[in-house]
């Protein structure tokens, strides 16, 4: 199975990055959030997925609507089957999934032949795959053909900590199938150190780069990209980001030349907070492709998946990160 | 990362086919064999796995012995933890796993453009990661650096349900590593006819050819391979089977000529039971790689994956399949 030829490849609308914060209870071990990643399921569906059949559930597993009352068609020649997924791919972060164990046993420190980091290796994994599976079936449950992808096992590794070796083309072809292939940060081995950590961030980024969606959303705990912690009370949304050449420009608000962007890094995420995420947001929108962040669950979140505030902002709350127009950033 | 050199290759002790029956209740819908799946995952460790910290565990997620109490080392520098695994490799089947969504959505049918046929898919997936989840932990519960491999997002592929891509490849480079790959039956995309059931038995075939191990045992849920179903009283167990170029022959007991060998498949048994599993095994040794097939749990299972029937039967109590010697099948 070589990877599909052009003329058969779908164009991608979007690359939808799922927080850890916003699919999870980021300061619960281990305790998903439930409320935020069915309503993120059911948005996703709407703008994503038309299906003629509203019940119907591709979770057939215990514990699932298909178990506890019959949610499934009697047999395949149902006739009012009809599904039509627009290609879309989500990576999620681990939330209070993962961060502990990777924490405790310093994956991302990487010497792997040290026994005590094999097993907060071992333990990594068995806590973000867990994740996986439940964003796998909250998403099913809605009808949307979600397959679960550990980059881990999936062919992306790391060398001293950076990305060296991906694998878009199997993320592609699952798209070609008409699955939506579901992605996660994830502990993989590390050509140079032994183990790593990598994270969702980058993993959109590459995703970004090599699929050329429409656009990315990045879906969190709070509103959008804030010039400082957005528990201040004066943090002001920073609405519109211009960004060339790895120099970016706040178009709006105007803001008093050479404030900082002040960010709210939690002290258990090994990836970085949203300075990675800006970092990785800029670079994406430095290639060409508009980035929108907004949160997770909310009106805005459902517009930014419809692409809405790109053509038009209106009252839309969110931030919105591009390339910036020739002479924009005063250069 | 390039496969790694000849040099540096770790010689594969034993492929272990974890049976579906032996790991779960085959006729409870999703139900864990629990007591199997421990006993098993204590002889691996017994077998394989030399730690000096005996309470070590290397799930640490909720409901794990790491959560309910301490039993992790304080940190990383603890001096006493020190791990030594012989290279090995599990495969399992899916059991009460995965077939039930298999069957109602006729994945191995493959005509993934249908949409019942996409929910049977995903619902399969969910149901057979579900599995390799459980496998691992229990695994990991046991001090054994397990770590989920998906066939799926991991390489594999099949068309008109052959097997045309694999990747070994990746599973050497796991047990370089340090690390126990455990792959499972799975539902993969397939080239010519859409999607299709790559089975275990297929998986452990592919594996034993690839890396070399020095045997492959099979657990299954019966104490070996039998001249018809075991449930019939006058059923033999067939202690030594020798294999060349195809054929085969049963060396002992001494059996009437053209005794045919009737098995006991499962209806619902989507890839096959006995007779794939000895079709594969058979396979596997006229490659010269010697198989046993013994019940899981038991003591004779334990003496299996130490490899002491090979060279000393006695009162070992399953089945040796094994290349014959020159003229052994009088020909």
Redesign the interface.
Known sequence: ?SPPGIDTVPAVRCIVKLGGSSATEKDK??TLNEYLLSETAKQLREVFVRSSVRQ?T?????GSK?DQASH??E????PE???DMTPFVVVHGAGSFGH??AS???VNRGD????????????T???V??LN?AV??AF?TE?I??????P????W?T?NRQL??ENSA?VQ??LQ???LPVLHGDAV?D?GQ??AILSGDVIVRQLAFDLKPSFVVFLTNVPGVYDRPPSDPHAVLLKEIAVEDGDWKIIDPQLEAGLEVQTNVAAHDTTGGMETKIAEAASIADFGIPVLVVETGSSHALEALKGTPLSNRGEWVGTIIRKAIPGELGQ
């Not at 591709?58 to 215990?62: E, V």
């Not at 047999?75 to 149902?78: A, F, G, L, Q, R």
């Open positions: 199975m071990f281990e119907l591709m979770d057939w597993s215990r298909a499934m068609p047999d395949e020649s149902s089957i009809l599904l502990f164990q405790k046993g310093r792997l032949a040290e026994d005590f980091v094999k097993a907060g290796f071992v333990a994994r068995i806590s795959t867990k599976h796998v079936r099913a009808c053909p979600a397959v679960g992808v550990s881990f096992c999936a062919g590794a060398k060296v070796r199997d072809q699952l199938a008409g699955l081995l050509s032994g183990c």
